[in-house]
């Protein structure tokens, strides 16, 4: 218990920020005479108050280092509790939510998946709405800081490969976090009001456009309209978030290098110009095929396919149009480009362009071999040696991938969930988009009218497919708890 006080000291303090966070929907209920302010003020306090007392107990914790033991158990405790705790405001609300619900909306607010339960936005309180909001902008933040500070020090999904000076390999490390972490806050804040501002000049109302750039660069998907972007039938405010979409699912860490005047940063990556490319084939096949098929120009089907193709691969979530009239080929596109996901190191989910390299390295190299065995075939990704060590984890994390998605699916069957359904909506959860495919989970529905248990079980998707598999798995083991 001793050695796992710093990560339950850490969660605490995670557990109080929270609770100062849900005074921020509080004061808004509040400036505009909306009795729910009261709801959130209770949420706060009792968040608050629980973080409070475990700082407490816990306290010289925060003093202490991480072990790589420790280190597994914060993350999947930071976002369990957290998940727990987002629920409050929405289960204390007038919505009518059931636990189920209230848990669902929370854990895919707070891991940016952007599934929802809720309906009626357009005339919802203020408050909620910026809750959700908030939710996916704290989300994506805590991602990015998961994402390039914590899941090179654990080894998982081959993202060693992108450890850098502020990680330590000892058995204590992260002495350089809280400077990683303020550097990205604050990459992350600029970058939200530009998209904001961007918003407003484009034509959003100030209050909208606030929501939509936190939901925006968080790549989590969150509307304040049932039509989401669809509701304002605008180009430039579709072009804005499609400019912004693409920079939340790039690794921040060149964002931090183009700052520094390092511009041309991003055309050198590699992993950069797989997703650009996997974007711009996409868009284009799909608009050939609208306008082979339902008669449109093909400059009209261009943005309407580049918008939806860019928001499902980024892992956002947004819709300007219900994808599931475009036809066959285009829904079977939309499907498996759901377990693509952005860069590492961004806000965004899936499979990540990265381990994709990984894999089509590897696999080069093994074929190089077949057909020449003395031929020297050595595998790389953006010129660095790929390791057996870097290759067995991306393979491991596909395979953890791979059985998520089969038990979930099976799982959602088994409460009468039609295959697309069931099939879409495993995929989109453990990938963190959003929408599934269907008339129930697509882009013009919502998870409202699912069995509670299909709700838990899809929250329990989303966390495992941001916390990258692993995290869970290695807590289940053994091995873990053994001293």
């Known amino acids: 218990m001793t050695e796992f006080r710093p990560a339950l000291y850490i969660v605490g303090f995670l557990l109080l920020a929270l609770g100062a966070a849900m005074l921020v929907p509080a004061v808004v209920d509040f400036a505009v005479d909306d009795i729910d302010w009261h709801l959130f003020g209770t949420s706060a306090m009792i968040t608050g108050f629980t973080g409070g007392c475990l700082m407490f107990s816990m306290r010289g914790g925060g003093d202490e280092r991480l072990s790589l ?13 957290v998940s727990a705790f987002a629920a409050l405001p929405f289960l204390l609300s007038n919505l009518n939510l059931s636990t189920a619900d209230a848990v669902f909306e929370a854990v895919s607010g707070i891991t940016t998946t952007g599934s929802t ?9 203020l408050g909620i709405l910026v809750w959700r909001s908030l939710l996916q902008w704290i989300g994506g933040l805590g991602i990015i800081v998961m994402a390039i500070a914590l899941l090179p020090i654990l080894r998982i999904g081959g993202m060693q490969l992108f450890h850098t000076e502020s990680s330590d390999r000892s058995e204590k490390p992260f002495p350089r976090l809280r400077q990683v972490a303020g550097a990205f ?3 992350y804040a600029v970058l939200t009001l530009t998209c904001a501002v961007a ?8 209050f909208d456009a606030i929501n939509h750039a936190m939901t925006t660069l968080s790549t989590g998907g969150f509307s304040t309209h049932d039509a989401s972007i669809g509701a304002y039938s605008s180009r430039a405010i579709e072009s804005v978030i499609l400019v912004f979409m693409i920079l939340g699912a790039i690794t921040f860490t060149l964002h931090l290098r183009a700052v520094r005047g390092d511009f041309i940063v991003y055309f050198r990556d590699s992993q950069v110009r797989w997703f650009v490319a996997v974007l711009s084939a996409a868009s284009l096949t799909v608009a050939i095929w609208i306008t082979l098929t339902h008669n449109v120009p093909f400059l009209t089907a261009l943005p309407d396919a580049a918008f939806n193709i860019v928001s499902v691969v980024t892992t956002t979530g947004f819709a300007n149009a219900d994808y599931m009239l475009w036809g066959a080929h285009a829904v079977a596109v939309f499907y498996f480009l759901t377990f693509v996901g952005g860069c590492t190191g961004s806000t965004s989910g899936g499979m990540k362009i990265f381990r994709f390299q990984v894999i089509y390295a590897v696999a080069r190299q093994h074929l190089m071999r077949l057909i020449a065995p003395h031929r020297v075939a050595i595998a790389r990704v953006q010129g660095s040696i790929i390791e057996e060590s870097v290759a067995l984890s991306v393979l491991g994390f596909f395979f953890f991938y791979a059985l998520t998605f089969a038990v979930i699916s099976i799982l959602l069957s088994l409460f009468g969930l039609d295959p697309l359904t069931a099939l879409s909506g495993a995929a989109s959860a453990i990938g963190n988009v959003g929408p599934g495919l269907g008339p129930l989970i697509g882009p013009s529905g919502n998870f409202s009218s699912l069995p509670d248990g299909a709700k838990w079980v899809l929250a329990a998707g989303m966390l495992l ?5 692993v995290t869970v798995f290695a807590l289940l083991t053994h091995a873990f708890w053994r001293d």
């Open 185 to 187: 806050v604050l990459l």
């Open 199 to 206: 918003l407003w000049l484009a034509g959003m109302g100030p």
């Open 69 to 81: 033991r420790t280190a597994f158990l914060l993350t999947v405790l930071s976002w369990a509790a």
């Open 117 to 125: 339960v809720l309906s009626g936005l357009d005339h919802m309180h």
């Open 465 to 469: 497919g941001r916390l990258e598999f």
